[in-house]
T-cell receptor
Protein backbone atom coordinates (compact mmCIF):
# COMPACT_ATOMS: atom_id res chain seq x y z
CA UNK A 1 0.00 0.00 0.00
CA UNK A 2 1.75 3.11 -1.24
CA UNK A 3 1.97 6.03 1.12
CA UNK A 4 1.12 9.63 0.39
CA UNK A 5 2.85 10.73 -2.79
CA UNK A 6 3.86 14.25 -3.69
CA UNK A 7 5.39 15.62 -6.83
CA UNK A 8 7.52 17.22 -7.79
CA UNK A 9 9.89 16.77 -4.86
CA UNK A 10 11.79 19.91 -5.78
CA UNK A 11 10.46 22.84 -7.75
CA UNK A 12 12.29 25.98 -8.79
CA UNK A 13 10.32 28.94 -10.03
CA UNK A 14 11.21 32.49 -10.92
CA UNK A 15 9.32 35.32 -9.31
CA UNK A 16 5.99 35.83 -11.03
CA UNK A 17 5.64 32.27 -12.31
CA UNK A 18 3.07 29.74 -11.18
CA UNK A 19 3.85 26.77 -8.96
CA UNK A 20 1.65 23.69 -9.05
CA UNK A 21 2.13 21.06 -6.36
CA UNK A 22 0.46 17.65 -6.49
CA UNK A 23 -0.54 15.24 -3.76
CA UNK A 24 -1.94 11.73 -4.14
CA UNK A 25 -3.40 10.50 -0.84
CA UNK A 26 -3.06 7.01 0.50
CA UNK A 27 -5.40 4.48 -1.03
CA UNK A 28 -8.78 4.71 0.62
CA UNK A 29 -8.17 8.18 2.05
CA UNK A 30 -10.56 10.89 0.99
CA UNK A 31 -9.29 13.78 3.14
CA UNK A 32 -6.23 15.85 2.30
CA UNK A 33 -4.44 18.54 4.30
CA UNK A 34 -1.76 20.93 3.05
CA UNK A 35 0.90 22.39 5.34
CA UNK A 36 3.75 24.82 4.83
CA UNK A 37 7.03 24.50 6.67
CA UNK A 38 9.55 27.31 6.81
CA UNK A 39 13.12 26.80 8.06
CA UNK A 40 13.25 26.60 11.86
CA UNK A 41 9.46 26.69 11.97
CA UNK A 42 6.80 24.12 12.61
CA UNK A 43 4.11 23.00 10.27
CA UNK A 44 1.53 25.64 9.48
CA UNK A 45 -1.89 24.44 8.39
CA UNK A 46 -3.03 25.84 5.06
CA UNK A 47 -6.11 24.01 3.80
CA UNK A 48 -8.21 20.92 4.40
CA UNK A 49 -10.05 19.29 1.51
CA UNK A 50 -12.34 16.41 0.92
CA UNK A 51 -13.10 15.14 -2.56
CA UNK A 52 -14.54 18.07 -4.54
CA UNK A 53 -14.92 20.17 -1.37
CA UNK A 54 -12.83 22.67 0.53
CA UNK A 55 -13.59 22.07 4.21
CA UNK A 56 -11.29 24.64 5.80
CA UNK A 57 -9.01 27.12 4.04
CA UNK A 58 -8.43 29.40 7.00
CA UNK A 59 -4.65 28.96 6.87
CA UNK A 60 -4.25 29.74 3.21
CA UNK A 61 -3.46 33.27 2.00
CA UNK A 62 -6.47 34.67 0.21
CA UNK A 63 -4.49 35.93 -2.74
CA UNK A 64 -2.42 33.86 -5.17
CA UNK A 65 -3.05 30.53 -3.39
CA UNK A 66 -5.71 28.01 -4.30
CA UNK A 67 -6.28 24.31 -3.73
CA UNK A 68 -8.48 21.64 -5.18
CA UNK A 69 -9.15 17.94 -4.76
CA UNK A 70 -11.13 16.76 -7.77
CA UNK A 71 -13.22 13.63 -7.94
CA UNK A 72 -10.50 12.01 -10.02
CA UNK A 73 -6.80 12.68 -9.72
CA UNK A 74 -4.52 14.23 -7.14
CA UNK A 75 -5.04 17.22 -4.94
CA UNK A 76 -3.34 20.32 -6.30
CA UNK A 77 -2.00 23.33 -4.46
CA UNK A 78 -1.52 26.23 -6.87
CA UNK A 79 0.51 29.32 -6.14
CA UNK A 80 0.23 32.07 -8.72
CA UNK A 81 2.79 34.82 -9.26
CA UNK A 82 5.21 33.34 -6.75
CA UNK A 83 7.39 35.58 -4.60
CA UNK A 84 10.59 34.83 -2.68
CA UNK A 85 8.61 34.49 0.54
CA UNK A 86 6.79 31.48 -0.90
CA UNK A 87 10.01 29.46 -0.76
CA UNK A 88 9.30 26.66 1.71
CA UNK A 89 8.59 22.98 2.03
CA UNK A 90 4.97 22.12 1.35
CA UNK A 91 3.64 18.91 2.82
CA UNK A 92 0.37 17.20 2.28
CA UNK A 93 -1.18 14.66 4.58
CA UNK A 94 -4.15 12.38 4.14
CA UNK A 95 -6.59 10.72 6.48
CA UNK A 96 -9.33 8.16 6.03
CA UNK A 97 -12.11 10.27 7.42
CA UNK A 98 -13.06 12.82 9.99
CA UNK A 99 -10.49 11.36 12.41
CA UNK A 100 -8.21 14.33 11.97
CA UNK A 101 -5.46 12.87 14.09
CA UNK A 102 -4.89 9.91 11.78
CA UNK A 103 -2.86 11.92 9.33
CA UNK A 104 -0.13 10.42 7.19
CA UNK A 105 2.34 12.80 5.58
CA UNK A 106 3.95 12.79 2.18
CA UNK A 107 7.65 13.53 1.58
CA UNK A 108 6.98 17.15 0.70
CA UNK A 109 7.71 19.48 -2.20
CA UNK A 110 10.52 21.95 -1.69
CA UNK A 111 9.73 25.13 -3.56
CA UNK A 112 12.49 27.59 -4.28
CA UNK A 113 11.65 30.96 -5.79
CA UNK A 114 14.56 32.73 -7.45
CA UNK B 1 -5.05 29.78 22.83
CA UNK B 2 -4.47 27.58 19.83
CA UNK B 3 -0.69 27.56 20.29
CA UNK B 4 1.48 24.66 21.30
CA UNK B 5 4.78 25.83 22.76
CA UNK B 6 7.74 23.50 22.41
CA UNK B 7 11.19 23.59 23.98
CA UNK B 8 14.09 23.40 23.59
CA UNK B 9 14.59 24.49 20.01
CA UNK B 10 17.64 22.25 19.73
CA UNK B 11 19.13 19.54 21.89
CA UNK B 12 22.40 17.63 21.92
CA UNK B 13 22.58 14.38 23.88
CA UNK B 14 25.29 11.78 24.27
CA UNK B 15 24.61 8.30 22.95
CA UNK B 16 22.91 6.29 25.65
CA UNK B 17 21.55 9.35 27.42
CA UNK B 18 17.95 10.50 27.90
CA UNK B 19 16.51 13.09 25.53
CA UNK B 20 13.67 15.19 26.93
CA UNK B 21 11.48 17.54 24.91
CA UNK B 22 8.72 19.58 26.52
CA UNK B 23 5.48 21.05 25.24
CA UNK B 24 2.74 23.20 26.73
CA UNK B 25 -0.74 24.06 25.51
CA UNK B 26 -3.54 26.42 26.47
CA UNK B 27 -6.70 25.03 24.95
CA UNK B 28 -8.25 22.58 27.40
CA UNK B 29 -10.45 21.22 24.61
CA UNK B 30 -7.45 19.43 23.11
CA UNK B 31 -7.76 15.72 23.72
CA UNK B 32 -5.13 14.16 21.50
CA UNK B 33 -1.40 14.82 21.71
CA UNK B 34 0.80 13.22 19.07
CA UNK B 35 4.51 13.45 18.53
CA UNK B 36 5.97 13.43 15.04
CA UNK B 37 9.50 12.57 13.98
CA UNK B 38 10.97 14.14 10.86
CA UNK B 39 14.23 13.20 9.20
CA UNK B 40 15.92 15.62 6.78
CA UNK B 41 14.24 15.61 3.40
CA UNK B 42 11.31 13.54 4.65
CA UNK B 43 7.79 14.23 5.78
CA UNK B 44 6.81 14.00 9.45
CA UNK B 45 5.87 10.55 10.69
CA UNK B 46 3.68 9.80 13.68
CA UNK B 47 5.88 8.47 16.49
CA UNK B 48 3.64 8.12 19.52
CA UNK B 49 0.48 9.75 20.84
CA UNK B 50 -1.39 10.12 24.11
CA UNK B 51 -4.87 11.01 25.33
CA UNK B 52 -5.34 13.10 28.50
CA UNK B 53 -6.97 10.25 30.40
CA UNK B 54 -3.57 8.65 30.97
CA UNK B 55 -0.46 10.17 32.52
CA UNK B 56 2.11 8.14 30.65
CA UNK B 57 2.45 6.06 27.52
CA UNK B 58 5.48 4.03 26.60
CA UNK B 59 6.45 2.48 23.29
CA UNK B 60 9.89 0.96 23.28
CA UNK B 61 12.43 3.63 24.14
CA UNK B 62 9.89 6.44 23.67
CA UNK B 63 7.69 7.64 26.53
CA UNK B 64 5.16 10.47 26.67
CA UNK B 65 4.46 11.96 30.09
CA UNK B 66 1.29 14.00 30.40
CA UNK B 67 0.38 16.50 33.14
CA UNK B 68 -3.21 17.56 32.59
CA UNK B 69 -3.37 20.10 35.43
CA UNK B 70 -0.23 21.86 34.20
CA UNK B 71 -1.28 21.50 30.56
CA UNK B 72 2.12 20.11 29.71
CA UNK B 73 3.41 16.97 28.06
CA UNK B 74 6.87 15.72 27.26
CA UNK B 75 8.68 13.16 25.17
CA UNK B 76 11.45 11.10 26.73
CA UNK B 77 13.80 9.07 24.56
CA UNK B 78 15.66 6.55 26.66
CA UNK B 79 19.06 5.15 25.63
CA UNK B 80 19.23 7.73 22.83
CA UNK B 81 20.91 6.52 19.64
CA UNK B 82 22.49 8.38 16.70
CA UNK B 83 19.60 7.12 14.56
CA UNK B 84 17.24 9.14 16.74
CA UNK B 85 18.80 12.35 15.41
CA UNK B 86 15.86 14.14 13.80
CA UNK B 87 13.44 16.99 14.33
CA UNK B 88 10.61 16.22 16.73
CA UNK B 89 7.27 18.02 16.72
CA UNK B 90 4.67 17.89 19.41
CA UNK B 91 1.11 18.59 18.42
CA UNK B 92 -2.40 18.82 19.77
CA UNK B 93 -5.88 18.43 18.40
CA UNK B 94 -9.43 17.61 19.32
CA UNK B 95 -11.11 14.33 18.55
CA UNK B 96 -12.05 13.98 14.92
CA UNK B 97 -14.38 16.75 14.02
CA UNK B 98 -15.05 18.42 10.73
CA UNK B 99 -13.57 21.76 11.75
CA UNK B 100 -10.60 20.54 13.74
CA UNK B 101 -6.98 20.47 12.74
CA UNK B 102 -3.67 19.51 14.28
CA UNK B 103 -1.70 22.36 15.87
CA UNK B 104 2.05 21.78 15.77
CA UNK B 105 4.84 23.06 17.95
CA UNK B 106 7.83 24.66 16.25
CA UNK B 107 9.98 21.56 16.57
CA UNK B 108 13.10 20.43 18.40
CA UNK B 109 16.19 19.51 16.44
CA UNK B 110 17.76 16.58 18.30
CA UNK B 111 21.34 15.50 17.71
CA UNK B 112 22.71 12.38 19.37
CA UNK B 113 26.48 12.31 19.65
CA UNK B 114 28.02 8.94 18.72
Amino acid sequence: NAGVMQNPRHLVRRRGQEARLRCSPMKGHSHVYWYRQLPEEGLKFMVYLQKENIIDESGMPKERFSAEFPKEGPSILRIQQVVRGDSAAYFCASSPGWAVYEQYFGPGTRLTVT
Amino acid sequence: QQQVKQSPQSLIVQKGGISIINCAYENTAFDYFPWYQQFPGKGPALLIAIRPDVSEKKEGRFTISFNKSAKQFSLHIMDSQPGDSATYFCAASRKGNRDDKIIFGKGTRLHILP
